[in-house]
């Protein structure tokens, strides 16, 4: 089955301990891209990556960092997380950077940082 | 003023109503409207894009769009209670590099009552 795998799905942590969220694409997509889902704030895309090795800042990059060493995996890193980045996080992938209008999206990450 | 206008609603409407959810935008470089889809706690999914102006229509839903106007609007017809979600537009331009990014009003939630 395609799809986009996200792990954990929840998660709670305190202040400044290091996390990284998941993700993975069985699709052999190009394009893939974290989101944060915020109340009242909508869908603000974090960073994305056009290819292996090629990443780039969202509208929200501060405080985050990603890798693209492998096709199939974009994780999330927080080095050190703070309560405002408590949020529903999404990971999507698309064919390619051009077809990005038809993005796959992950079942989402609920993280709350105390 | 936000580059992607949605208002949020809550839109209740009985089953088998004609719904219509619209979006309006500021950036007149968008060239594809995307309507996505999202259940409660699920991640969103594609419904429809459209390229450029004009109407596109798949099934009990339609897809408008006036550049003119910067209105982008979607049509539910024969509405099912399998229908209520929350329904995410979204714009990109047409161009390299973040031009590929899109960008996502904050959704309307949308309930169809039996």
């Known amino acids: 089955e395609a799809q986009v795998t996200q792990n954990p799905r929840y998660l709670i942590t305190v202040t400044g301990k290091k996390l990284t969220v998941t993700c993975s694409q069985n699709?052999?997509?190009?394009?893939m891209s974290w989101y944060r889902q915020d109340p009242g704030l909508g869908l603000r895309q974090i960073y994305y990556?056009?290819?292996?090795?090629?990443?780039d800042k969202g509208d929200v990059p501060e405080g985050y960092k990603v890798s693209r060493k492998e096709k199939r995996n974009f994780p999330l890193i927080l080095e050190s997380p703070s309560p405002n980045q408590t949020s529903l996080y999404f990971c999507?992938?698309?064919?390619?950077?051009?077809?990005?209008?038809?993005?796959?999206f992950g079942p989402g990450t609920r993280l709350t940082v105390t | 003023q936000k580059e992607v206008e949605q208002d949020p609603g809550p839109l209740s409407v009985p089953e088998g109503a004609i719904v219509s959810l619209n979006c309006t935008y500021s950036?007149?470089?968008?060239?594809?409207f995307m309507w996505y889809r999202q259940y409660s706690r699920k991640g969103p999914e594609l419904l429809m894009y459209?390229?450029?102006?004009g109407n596109k229509e798949d099934g009990r839903f339609t897809a408008q769009v006036d550049k003119s106007s910067k209105y982008i609007s979607l049509f539910i017809r024969d509405s099912q209670p399998s229908d209520s979600a929350t329904y995410l537009c979204?714009?990109?331009?047409?161009?390299?590099?973040?031009?590929?990014?899109?960008?996502f009003g904050k959704g309307t939630l949308l309930t169809v009552n039996p």
């Open positions: 999507a992938s698309s064919l390619r950077s051009g077809a990005s209008y038809e993005q796959y």
């Open positions: 699709m052999n997509h190009e394009y």
């Open positions: 990556s056009m290819n292996v090795e090629v990443t």
């Open positions: 950036n007149s470089a968008f060239q594809y």
């Open positions: 459209t390229y450029s102006s």
């Open positions: 979204a714009m990109r331009g047409n161009s390299g590099g973040s031009n590929y990014k899109l960008t």
